[in-house]
C-alpha cells in the first residue's frame, strides 16, 4: 500500500518536522501507547455478504453473516467492530438474536454458550452511509466531468466503517460478496466470479463473487462503477485491467508488464500465483498509491500515464509492489501492525528485484540508492524508531519510510549475507511454510535459519530491533615501501548500543585490475591492511552498497576523478561526483561535464548535473550550460534542477527557453519552471505565471512545479495566484501543490503571512487529503504557535490517521520552537538583567573611587577571563585501533547481477 509518492513524502516530511536540533526525534507523540494483537474468542471461518451499495446515494445496506467456531468452551456472544451503522437485526443459527450495539462495538450474545470447536451462523442486518473504509466520488458543480463510482479501502483498519467484522489482520477466513448495483455499472470484486444476474425492473444488476482462499478482513474490497475492460490469460490466470473509458490505450501500456511480473515473482517466490484471478482497477480520488485487495488491486487515477509521460516514467514500480503484495501481505499477513514490514518492506524490495529482473543491474542499485535517501531522510529530519515498533496512536502512523524503504534495505542486507542461492531457498521456505496464516519477524528469523543453517539474528537485533544505522569514517594511507595499503573504520555514530557488526568487502583497482578482500567490522575503531602489488587508482568500501550505512571517506582527487569514469558500480560513481563537487575546482567541473554527457546510465547524469550546480561557480555553470539538450530527458531533468542553483541570468534564460518553447517531457518542463523561480530572476514571474500555469500536462505536473518556483522567487504577486489555485475545481495534485507553498510565500510579510495563514486555516477541513496534509506542513513552515489550537481541532474532527499524526507532529513542533523562543527570550533578560546590575555596581566603585582619589578614575582595563580548571578525572583514553591484516591477495572482484 504505496502512499504518496517518494517525492511528495519526503518533502512533507521535511517541511513538517525540519532538522532535530540533537538527532533525530523519539517516534511516539504524548499519548502514544503499546499495542498487541488483539484476544479472540472465536475464529471466523467465513464471511458472507449481501449489499445493495448505491453511489448515488452513498449508502449500502445488506446482512453480514460470519460463520465462526469457538475458542474455548463456554463462549457466551463474540463482539463485531461496527462503526456508524443502523443495526436492524441480528439472528445466531437462523434465529433473532439478542445484541447490544454501542458504537463503534456491536456485542451479539448466542442463546447458549458454544464449546471448543461448535460453529455457529451470525448474521448481521445493517445499513451504513460510511465517512470511511468506503467511499463515494461523483460529479458535481465544480467537478461536472468527476465519474461516479464507490470503492473499498479497508486497511488499516476501516473495513468496521463498511461492513460489521472482527477488524484486526491476526486471524483469517474465505469470504463471499453478493452484491447489488445499478445496472449501468460494474462489480470488481475478490475471487471467482460465480455469476451475473440483471433485474431490469429494478434497474440493477448483482455479481456473486467468492475468495476461497483465506485472507485477513481488511483485504475484502469493492469497487463500483463504469469502466473500461481488457482482460487477459497469463499461463492460466486471468489478467484483467480496469480503468476510464476512453483511455484503453493508456490503460494496457500502463500494465503492459503484468504478465511478465506474474511470471517472475512465481518463478522466484516458488509459488505460483494463489487467486483465481488478478485485478487491477484505476479509481479516481483514490486515498492511496495502490491497495493490495486480495486478487484485485485498487490503484490511484494518477498513475494511470498517457503518452508523452511514457517517454521518462513509468507505473511500473506501483504495479509491481502491489503485485508482490499478493504473496506478501496477502498470502502471509503480518500478526499485528507491529510486524508490518513483513508486508510493505518485502512489497517496495520485491518491486526493485522487479526492476532488477527487467531494467538490469544499475537500475536495481539506484533504485536502492535512492530508497537509502528517502530513509535517511525521514530518520534525520523527522523521527528515530525500531522497525518492530508497537507503541503508536493508530496503526497507520507506522506506514512509514522505516516500514516501506528501511525495510526493503533490510532484505537487501539478508541477501547480500546469504547469497542468491540461500536467499531465494529462505524465502521459498518461509512462503511454503506460513501461506495462508499470520506471520511475525521472529517466523521469518526462523524459516531462514531452518532453510539455511544460517542464523543471522545479529542483523535483525541491529537493524530491525534498533532504531538508526552505523555512521563510519573512512581513512586510506599508501606505504610504498611496504607495497601495503592501510584502511581505517571509524563507527562514529552517537548511539550507546553495542558497536554494529558488518560484513562487507572491500575493493581496490590497481593498474585496471580488480582486487577484493573480505572484512568484518565489528568494533568503534579498526585499522585494516591489504598487501598489494601497487598504489591502488581506486578504493571501494562495500561495494554495490549492500549495507545500509552513512559513509564519510576524503579520497584524492586523483582516485576520485579515476572512479568517476572507469567504477562499474552506478552507485560508486555517484559518490565519486559528489565528492568531486566539493573540490571546487576545474578538473572536477570538467570530469562531472563529461559524466553528464557521456556517462552510460541516466542516474548518475543527472546526479553529476545536481552536483555542477551545488558548485556555484562560473565555470559549473557553463558546463551546465554547455549540457542543456543532452540526450536522455531523466539527465535534462538534472541539468534544469543544476542550473536552479545559480543566481545569474545566462542560468535563468536558459531555464526560461525550456518553459516558454518547451520539452518533450512533461517532467523536464516541469523541473525547469521550479528551477527558473529558484534564480529570482526578474524574467521569472512572467515565465511561470503566464506561460507555465497555462500548461496541461500529466497531473498538472508543470504547474505544480511552477507553482513551487514562483514561491521561490519571494515576489508577493504569487500569494493570489497559489490562492487561486488552492480553490475547489481545479485538479487535485495543483491545489495541493498550491497549499504547500503558502508556508513559504507567508514569510514575504505581515500582510502576506495573513492572507496564507487565513487560507491555510480554511484548507485544514478541505475534503482532499493531501490539501489537509500541506495545509498542515505549510503552517508548521510558518511558525506561528496560534496554529496550535487549530491542528488541536483537527485532531479531534479528521478521520484520516495520516492526517492526525501530522496535526500531533505539528503541534509538537511548534510547541517545541515556542519553548525554545521562551527560553532565548529568559536568556536575554537574565543577560539583560546582568548587564544592568553589573553597570549599577561599576558606578558604584566609581562613585567610591571617585571619593577616595578625589578625581574621575581612569578607565579599567579589560580582563581576561581564565576558564575554570576541568573537573578532577581524566577523559576516558581512545581504544586502540583493531588491526587486522586481509589474508586474501588479489581475488577478483564480482558483481551479482
Known sequence: ??????????????????????????????????????????????????????????????????????????????????????????????????????????????????????????????????????????????????????????????????????????????????????????????????????????????????????????????????????????????????????????????????????????????????????????????????????????????????????????????????????????????????????????????????????????????????????????????????IVNNVYHEPIDLFDRHLYEKGSLVLHMVRSVLGDDLWWKAIQHYVTKHRSTNVTTPDLQRAIEAATGRNIDWLFDQFVYRGGHPSLRLGFEWDEGAKQAKLSVAQTQEDPAAPFRLPVEVGFTVDGTPHAFKVEVTERQHAFFFALPAKPQMVRFDPGHNFLMAVEFKRPKEMLLYQLQHDGDVVGRIDAAKELAKLGTQPAVEALKRAVLHDAFWGVQNEAARALGSMRTSGARDALLACVRVRHPKARRGVAAGLGEFRDEQAAAALEQIVRKGDPSYYVEAQAAQALGQTRSPRAFAALADVAMKKESMNDVIRCNALAGLAELRDERALPVAIEWTRRGRSNPVRAAATSVLGKLAKLGDRAKEQAYDRLIELLQDEWLRVRLNAIAALVEINDTKAVSELGRVTERDLDGRVLRAAREGMARLREGADKGEEIRKLRADFDTLLADNRALKDRLDRIEARRDGAKPAAAPRRRMTPEPEAAGAPPKRRAATRTRASVKGAAARRRR
Not at 448515488?56 to 451503522?85: Q, W
Not at 497469463?234 to 476510464?244: I, K, L
Not at 512465481?266 to 492511496?288: C, L, M, N, S, W
Request: hydrophobic share 35%; proline share 6%; charged share 25%.
Open 1 to 386: 500500500m504505496p502512499d504518496l509518492s517518494d517525492a511528495e513524502m519526503t518533502s512533507h516530511c521535511a517541511r513538517l518536522a525540519g532538522a532535530a536540533a540533537n538527532g533525530p526525534r523519539a517516534f511516539p507523540l504524548a499519548g502514544d501507547t503499546p499495542h498487541y494483537a488483539r484476544d479472540l474468542v472465536v475464529d471466523v471461518r467465513h464471511i458472507k455478504l449481501e449489499v445493495r451499495i448505491d453511489p448515488a446515494r452513498k449508502s449500502i445496506e445488506g446482512t453480514a453473516t460470519h460463520r465462526v467456531r469457538a475458542i474455548n468452551d463456554g463462549v457466551r456472544g463474540v463482539g463485531f467492530d461496527a462503526v456508524e451503522m443502523q443495526v436492524a437485526g441480528v439472528s445466531v443459527g437462523g434465529k433473532p438474536a439478542r445484541f447490544d450495539y454501542s458504537d463503534p462495538v456491536l456485542h451479539v450474545s448466542f442463546p447458549r454458550p458454544l464449546r471448543a470447536g461448535a460453529e455457529a451462523e451470525i448474521a448481521i442486518t445493517y445499513s451504513a452511509q460510511p465517512r470511511r473504509g468506503l467511499y463515494f466520488v461523483g460529479p458535481d458543480k465544480d467537478y461536472p466531468k468527476k465519474p461516479l463510482q464507490a470503492w473499498t479501502q479497508g486497511q488499516d483498519e476501516d473495513s468496521r466503517h463498511w461492513y460489521p467484522c472482527i477488524d484486526f489482520p491476526n486471524h483469517q477466513q474465505t469470504s463471499e460478496v453478493i452484491v447489488t448495483v445499478p445496472a449501468s455499472m460494474i462489480s470488481i470484486g475478490n475471487g471467482e466470479l460465480r455469476g451475473v444476474t440483471q433485474n431490469r425492473r429494478a434497474g440493477t444488476k448483482t455479481y456473486h463473487w467468492y475468495q476461497a482462499v483465506p485472507h485477513v478482513t481488511y483485504l475484502l474490497s469493492q469497487v463500483v462503477g463504469g469502466f473500461a475492460e481488457i482482460a487477459h490469460d497469463v499461463d492460466g490466470t486471468p489478467a484483467q485491467y480496469y480503468g476510464p473509458r476512453g483511455r484503453e490505450g493508456d490503460l494496457a501500456a500502463t500494465l503492459g508488464r503484468t504478465p511478465e511480473m506474474l511470471r517472475f515473482f512465481g518463478e522466484k517466490i516458488g509459488v505460483r500465483y494463489p487467486y483465481a484471478k488478478y485485478a487491477q482497477t484505476f479509481v479516481a480520488d483514490f486515498i492511496f498509491g495502490g491497495m493490495e485487495n486480495i486478487s484485485a488491486t485498487t490503484l490511484t487515477e494518477t498513475s494511470l500515464l498517457d503518452k508523452r509521460a511514457r517517454i521518462d516514467a513509468d507505473s511500473d514500480g506501483l504495479i509491481a509492489h502491489e503485485l508482490a503484495h499478493q504473496w506478501f501481505g496477502d498470502l502471509l499477513t503480518c500478526r499485528d501492525w507491529a510486524h508490518g514490514w513483513l508486508n510493505e518492506g518485502f512489497a517496495t524490495y520485491f518491486e526493485a528485484l522487479f526492476t532488477e529482473h527487467h531494467k538490469g543491474i544499475d537500475e536495481f542499485r539506484y533504485e536502492l540508492y535512492q530508497n537509502t535517501q528517502i530513509y535517511m531522510g525521514e530518520d534525520a529530519n523527522r523521527y528515530r524508531r525500531p
